[in-house]
């Protein structure tokens, strides 16, 4: 029992130095056979039962002292080493829930750890205040958007407090405020600069109630939006989308210099998929016709080209979508559930040879890929295809006796003097980086209209893009009750 109290008391030191300066607290100690014990007490009276309202009346007291202490950073406490923790920003829904009391009781946890280990924490917090169920919400209620969301801000805020979670509110962010979303609008525009953010038509998951696109996370098992309850629909919309894949193997690279950590790298690795193989442009033809299109496919052998039999995409590709011009045609060939041959003809932009283009019976090729380049001497699934719609092609790898392949009837690829079937494309044809380039296979552009659409003006949404410099902030509104709409990230200036 001593030795008991003795660890307790070791304890309960740093606490009495740490309100030693405080008048209203009483020390005092009450003598129990074997060991002295130690108690803080306003009145200085020993409590017999230790009920509810004394809870309440600890807790208030404590609270104070916490806050007031997290709050101190001494001029050596900004020489410490630094320990960065950001916690996913919550919606300003309106009121906390057990989930949020959840995660960010585990960060101040972290936080805390950190502090006593000597490090200098920066705990920021902030506000993911943007989107349409705020707008949805605030109409329903008759009420502005902006002082919704700013009274939800106040309010979570208080219940934040009020749990003695203690995150660095000096580096408080709101993302629907101009001083943040100006950022988010130069980030864009310089990715715009860049050629990393374009757009096109793609097939997206449609809230009907929220009037938005939604995410593959945000749709639950039972086909509908994790927020409305809404029956999600399938639509082809103008897009925004962003080259993440032109960092991919990169990205892919870098997890080698990085920790294992609970199977994250391994789902990174999975999410990345193989930096093999690359996207290849074909022009479009009708009856000869040329239609001015265009159609990117992905293969994982492009060294053997020359041994393409056709094109395959899936019934969800957006040619047989949207305002595609050659959508009637590929629409009169489709039969639901079987490999369509179509009239239309793909010609590659590579190597000039022209393949039709054939609509898959299965509406997943591999990964993500919508489109496929079918060459039957690396793939006995394209070898099947070809034979079973007649589909002329060429053998391009030969088999030799010792075991080896190599290349054979490749044109440009034999005469550089390349016979090795596994040589990587853009090393044979040092000319092809308009019409070729490397991918990952299941890795795909990352698309974002959550926000319905950017802040820049109304130039985003149709006709030609105009991006002025960010100097100053547009005040025009959305024309659905609300907020300038931002794409946003999270963007934290640490010092």
């Not at 927020?227 to 690279?253: C, H, N, P």
């Not at 990587?424 to 000319?431: I, Q, T």
Request: overall charge neutral; glycine content about 8%; some cysteine.
């Amino acid at each position: 029992m001593a030795s008991t109290c003795q660890r307790l008391s070791f304890y309960v030191s740093p606490l009495k130095r740490q309100l030693v300066s405080r008048p209203p607290v009483i020390l005092w100690e009450r003598l129990i056979p074997g060991c002295s014990r130690s108690i803080y007490s306003a009145t200085g009276k020993w409590t017999k039962e230790y009920t509810l309202q004394t809870r309440k009346d600890v807790e208030k007291w404590w609270h104070q002292q916490i806050k007031e202490q997290a709050s101190r950073v001494s001029e050596e406490d900004k020489l410490k080493p630094k320990f960065y923790l950001l916690s996913m920003f919550p919606y300003p829904s309106g009121k906390l829930h057990m989930g949020h009391v959840r995660v960010y009781t585990l960060s101040d946890t972290i936080a805390r750890f950190q502090k006593m280990r000597g490090m200098q924490v920066i705990n920021p917090m902030g506000w993911d205040a943007f989107g349409l169920p705020a707008e949805n919400a605030a109409i329903e209620r008759n009420l502005h958007p902006e002082s919704w969301t700013q009274s939800n801000i106040k309010h979570m805020r208080k219940q934040l407090d009020r749990l003695g979670l203690c995150f660095s509110w000096d580096r408080e962010i709101t993302t629907c405020l101009p001083d943040y979303y100006k950022w988010t609008q130069y980030l864009f525009i310089k990715l715009y600069e860049a050629g990393l953010a374009y757009q096109k038509e793609a097939l997206v998951n449609w809230d009907p109630v929220d009037q938005t696109v939604l995410a593959n996370e945000q749709v639950n098992e039972y086909g509908c939006s994790w927020r409305s309850g809404a029956k999600v629909e399938k639509k082809y919309l103008r897009q925004w989308f962003i080259k993440t894949t032109a960092y991919a193997k990169a990205m892919q690279d870098a997890l080698a210099d990085l920790p294992e950590w609970y199977g994250i790298k391994g789902m990174q690795a999975h999410w990345i998929g193989d930096c093999v193989g690359c996207h290849l442009d074909f022009t479009l033809k009708v009856d000869g016709e040329d239609t001015g299109e265009k159609l990117t496919a992905y293969t994982a052998t492009p060294e053997a080209i020359y041994g393409i039999s056709h094109v395959a995409i899936s019934p969800s590709h957006g040619l047989l979508h949207g305002c595609s011009s050659v959508k009637k045609a590929l629409q009169k060939a489709l039969v639901p559930g079987r490999d369509c041959l179509t009239p239309v003809m793909a010609v590659s932009m590579l190597t000039l040879q022209e393949v039709p283009i054939v609509i898959m019976a299965n509406p997943d090729l591999e990964g993500s890929l919508d489109s496929k380049i079918g060459i039957p001497s690396t793939s006995s699934e394209d070898t099947r295809l070809a034979q079973a719609l007649g589909l002329p092609y060429s053998e391009v790898i030969e088999a030799s006796p010792d075991g080896t392949e190599r290349l054979s009837g490749s044109a440009e690829v034999a005469l550089l003097g390349h016979t090795d079937p596994h040589c990587p494309l853009p090393s044979l044809w040092p000319c092809a980086c308009a019409t070729a380039r490397l991918a990952c296979d299941f890795a795909q552009h990352c698309i974002f209209n959550g926000q319905r659409r950017l802040p820049a003006g109304h130039g985003f949404g149709v006709g030609e893009l105009l991006l002025p410099k960010v100097q100053g902030i547009s005040k025009e509104r959305d024309g659905h009750h609300g907020h300038l709409c931002g794409f946003c990230v999270v963007l934290l200036q640490i010092h």
